[in-house]
């Protein structure tokens, strides 16, 4: 087996996603370096403000899902070109179906946006 080197900073991270683009004797090589790193930041950024927003808006999806059953969703919610237009629960995951026989689950961003939708909806203020 070969030895590898482990990283041990963001400098390390953004040197090695650099050298997938870049070869090291290119003069603007550090310049890529310097934007690999600053995009690692900010996407490290990105998620942890998402996995907050879901925290927030997770309990309200809950308790608009009525339960284990079905619920329709009052407004069009679309993701992928797909219209969906029921939701439930399983399994602490949350699916959407446009036809009631094929669910998908809704990840982070999904659900962050169906809140955005039903809260615009004005869905949000008749939820118990």
Known sequence: MEKV?????????????????????????????????????????????????VKLVSPIIRAFVKGDSITPIPVPFEMDGTMYTQIKEDLNWYEVSNDGEHWRTLFNKDQIRLYEALEAAGCIDSIE
């Open 5 to 53: 080197t482990l990283m041990k900073s963001i400098k390390d991270l953004a040197a090695k996603k650099a050298e997938e683009l870049c070869e090291k004797s290119k003069p603007y090589y550090q310049t890529f370096v310097a934007g690999m790193e600053k995009k690692i930041v900010d996407d490290l950024v990105e998620d942890a403000i998402t996995r907050e927003n």
